[in-house]
């Protein structure tokens, strides 16, 4: 071969390389099949990019330069955790694209995964529709109400440029007490259940025979989280975080049958309760979270660590950081949310893989099942917000969906001293009415915690909505005076001619431990306005709350009573079946105790002697 040739024959195999090197590896190639694209990506991961997968951050040290140096997996928003005060959608996209870019900065350009608390629409987020809170949804009793809820949940969240929720809330309440109560559908386990349509209208309907896989259908779609695993609803005393203590068999029949639904609904990812089973705290019980779900149940999504969860396997939390790594990933979390210290987490992570103390294996499970709902979710091909969906955000069809919500939670307990002199529906022509109470005109009152900030917030000014006194007001006839009086006295009320009065009374926001209650009474001045009120005209008693309440000592008094549950932004709703434009339709999801001293108290229960019992609720009919 001649010098010629052999210069041309180099430059042909150069450029041979080149072009070879330049082929799209497999797992950039949307027509190779998941498995391929997986192990592919797998096989060209460092252990530093593998456990930057595993790691979920706080928004508020999320740069871009944080997310590539240490190849970062997964952002979230903690409880109002926002970009700016009163943040648009088009500020949230900005601020999640500019965070995907850092991830997709890196060698292998894997894309993040951005995610936030929507446990009753896009809670964190000025303007958004606030739907009523689980134990409002679980009064209607109507699974397909709670799937559309879901469709119009992913819409507004991903309006804001975020693919993944950690919703829903599946725990089965059995103690009022416990401050999470009201994020839970129900103390009946068929009846949270059957609200596991959440999640298929979060993430859309999965294909048949794809139980166990995550589905999301699409970017319009959202990646859901069934939570807490497992048990948190049955804590003693209702305590949060606290210990459930229950055998095997009642474990697996209250506490576990709505996560097989939500394995079927190819849920995504399942997180992992703070709570502990006889003892052992759920982020370190390796036969809970691998044994069962894992491979007893097939679940193929990936399993999330609560808010700094690991920290807390040992009591006071981060007494043994380097145990509670072991024992959390030796467990089988999958994605451990470090909002904070994510260096520390990152750099024990590490050596205990180095020194063999955590296998590569266990490495490998968590990142290939990460990587699998990445793949399922569609992020590979299109990791940026879509702009165009701007607009769903707090849309008016939404409020609709969610005033209709409102009308079919509310539970009518009482109607009328007596069956034959019902007070509802309520005339809207009248002379003269009173609304009273702290609650009447008061929407983050209305809305409960998980809205706006984690703990919640009250007063009118902090998000768009309806309160129920304005609903009030723009439903009764022009002539109607309505007159409101938060706190009225009892000579106002006695000298004031009123035709009848609506009192709106109950708890303020909290959430998760901040709600627990022993004596579950309702706040003051509630009782007093009740009763100032109630002894010198017809009232109505709409109670907000979280849970039932004692009530015991008013109900003689009160004309009508009505729970309301946390309604969230749309108060219309609530007017809409006073005045009996609708019929009552709701149902107890929840048993109504006399007295705390009967707590737990359940339906099915040997001593079950409720005020109101499981299911109860009045109807009444629409005005023609």
């Known amino acids: 071969m001649g010098t010629l040739q052999k210069t041309t024959f180099v430059l042909l195999m150069f450029c041979l390389a080149v072009l070879g090197g330049a082929d799209t590896p497999k797992y950039k190639d949307p027509k190779q099949p998941l498995a391929v694209r997986i192990k592919d990506l797998l096989s060209k991961m460092t252990l530093a990019e593998k456990i930057g997968q595993m790691t979920q951050i706080e928004r508020e040290n999320a740069t871009a330069d944080a997310i590539s140096k240490y190849f970062i997996g997964s952002v979230l928003s903690g409880g109002g955790s926002v970009p700016s005060p009163q943040a648009s959608a088009e500020d949230w996209v900005k601020m999640v694209n500019e965070m995907q870019k850092g991830a997709l900065s890196t060698r292998l350009g894997i894309p993040m995964i951005y995610g936030i608390d929507a446990v009753h629409g896009h809670n964190n987020v000025y303007k958004a529709t606030i739907f009523p809170h689980n134990v409002g949804l679980g009064a209607t009793w109507d699974p397909m109400l709670v799937q559309r809820i879901g469709e119009a949940t992913a819409l507004e969240v991903r309006a804001t440029g975020i693919p993944y929720v950690f919703a829903p809330c599946i725990a089965v309440c059995r103690d009022p007490r416990w401050g999470r109560c009201y994020e839970s559908y129900s103390e009946d386990p068929k009846a949270v259940q059957s609200m596991t349509t959440l999640i298929s209208g979060l993430q859309g309907e999965a294909p048949s025979g794809f139980a166990g896989r995550p589905y999301v259908g699409g970017s ?49 990812t399942v997180m992992v309760s703070y709570s502990s089973w006889n003892g052992q705290k759920m982020h370190a019980n390796h036969f809970l979270i691998t044994d069962f779900l894992k491979n007893k149940l097939k679940f193929r999504g990936f399993v999330i660590s609560d808010w700094q969860g690991i920290d807390r ?173 938060e706190n009225p006295d009892s000579s106002a009320v006695d000298s004031g001619k009123y035709d009848y009065a609506i009192v709106v009374v109950g708890e303020p926001p909290y959430a998760e431990t901040f709600g627990d209650n022993l004596n579950l009474t309702i706040p003051a001045p509630g009782p007093s306005v009740i009763q100032t009120v109630c002894k010198s005209v017809k009232c109505v008693v709409v109670l907000i709350s979280g849970r039932p309440l004692v009530v015991e000592p008013y109900i003689g008094a009160i004309d009508a009573f009505v729970a309301a549950w946390l309604p969230g932004t749309e108060g219309q709703g609530v007017a809409d079946v006073l005045f009996g434009d609708y019929g009552f339709t709701g149902k107890l999801a929840r048993t109504w105790f006399k007295s705390v001293d009967q707590l737990p108290m359940n339906v099915g229960d040997k001593k079950y002697d409720p005020l109101f019992p499981f299911g109860f609720g009045l109807t009444t009919e629409a005005k023609k």
């Not at 089988?332 to 294996?361: C, H, R, W």
């Not at 809205?451 to 723009?474: E, H, R, Y």
Request: net charge positive; aromatic share 8%; with cysteine.
């Open 220 to 268: 319009k779609k959202v990646a859901a989280c069934a939570k807490h695993y497992v048990g948190d609803g049955g804590t003693f005393m209702g305590i949060n975080e606290n210990n459930t203590i229950i055998d095997k068999r009642g474990l697996m029949t209250i506490h576990m049958p709505a996560y097989y639904n939500s394995i079927i609904r190819g849920v995504s």
């Open 313 to 485: 396997i040992t009591t006071p939390p981060k007494l043994n950081y380097s145990y509670s790594i072991e024992a959390g990933v030796g467990a089988g979390i999958d994605m451990i949310m470090v909002p904070f210290a994510y260096t520390e987490f990152i750099d024990d992570l590490t050596s205990q893989v180095k020194n063999n103390i955590i296998p590569m294996s266990r490495i490998d499970d968590a990142v290939y099942r990460i990587l699998r709902v990445k793949f399922t979710m569609g992020l590979f091909e299109n990791p940026y917000a879509d702009p165009s969906l701007a607009g769903e955000l707090g849309k008016q069809e939404h409020r609709e969906l969610a005033r209709e919500a409102v009308r079919k939670s509310l539970v009518l307990l009482k109607n009328g001293k007596s069956a034959s002199t019902p007070l509802l529906p309520l005339p809207k022509k009248a002379g003269k009415i009173l609304v009273a109470g702290s609650h009447a005109d008061n929407l983050g009152n209305q809305c409960g915690g998980w809205t706006i900030t984690w703990q919640g917030v009250t007063g009118n000014d902090k998000t768009a909505g309806t309160t129920i006194l304005s609903a009030i007001k723009s439903t009764v006839d022009p002539s109607t005076e309505v007159v409101f009086s």
